[in-house]
């Protein structure tokens, strides 16, 4: 029988008393939709799954994204670690990994991530999630207006190139600051420590005052919940919903974890939904 169990008023949710191995009945997977949307991460422990059963379990949510690079581009899948498996370079910057959403600075970040852990650390390695919807709600009023109108350049700063000039060249994509959930219409605040390089249009000491404030407010520890990795352990994502960060660990020791993810869609502003709202309303 499915439980489910709160991890923090913020942020993510227990999955008890399923194999995920196994199919799962209509009613149970709309159960972990609507658990999912109000949480933003589903943490089920305990699970034994081959890539055939993460992927099945995965597809009840939605396509699959193919990746983009790496030594298996165009696979449903990738190995997120420090060593090589089957011949399949995971290796990923060692040490922490700053707050971030996977794929903001392209024009359609992933809309779901599923990580299921194989070889852990002894200690560290640990992934921590925070909650852009309670961040966005916890700002006063005046700024919560404020920010709709605004954009965010994103770049994936630690895959660029810097030029002598200072330029960072590299991927990099605008979105809006606050977007609308793509099921509830809720607005998320999309701005991360890792990725997010400035307000368009606004002068360079404005956007990253506003910036460090924002960040401030999205880091707060009721916001965040930390997942300490236990080999078999599935989490499941939302990735605009939450952004995740990683803490460090050794590395002589070996953290493997395999990782797909859902296609994602273009970001719509939250600005633009509620002006639709209220004219719908009128």
Known sequence: MMTLRELTPSVGVEVSGLDL??????????????????????????????????????????????????????????????VTVDGIAGEFPAGEMLFHHDGCYA?????????????????????????????????PEALQREILSYDLLFTHQYGAVERASGHVEGPRYVHPLVI???????????????MADSIVGLPAVQSRVLIADLLHEMERPEHVYEHVWQPGDLVAWDNLAVQ??????????????????????TLVAYRDVARHTRSDSI
């Open 21 to 82: 191995s196994s199919a799962l009945t209509t009613d149970e997977i709309a159960l972990l939709a609507r658990a999912w949307d109000a949480g933003g991460v589903l943490v089920f422990r305990g699970q034994s799954l081959t890539l055939d059963a993460q992927s099945a379990f995965a597809c009840n949510f939605g396509p699959l994204l193919r990746t983009r690079a790496g030594s298996r581009a165009g696979s449903e899948f990738i190995y997120v670690g420090n």
């Open 107 to 139: 024009p359609d970040p992933a809309r779901a991530s599923f990580l299921y852990a194989i070889e852990v650390p002894s200690q560290g390695g640990n992934t921590k999630f925070c909650s852009t919807a309670r961040a966005y709600r916890a700002l």
């Open 180 to 194: 609308a959930h793509p099921i509830t219409g809720a607005p998320l605040l999309i701005c991360n420590r890792l």
């Open 244 to 265: 995740h960060a990683r803490t460090d660990f050794d590395p002589g020791e070996r953290r493997v974890l395999r990782r797909q993810q859902l296609a994602g869609t």
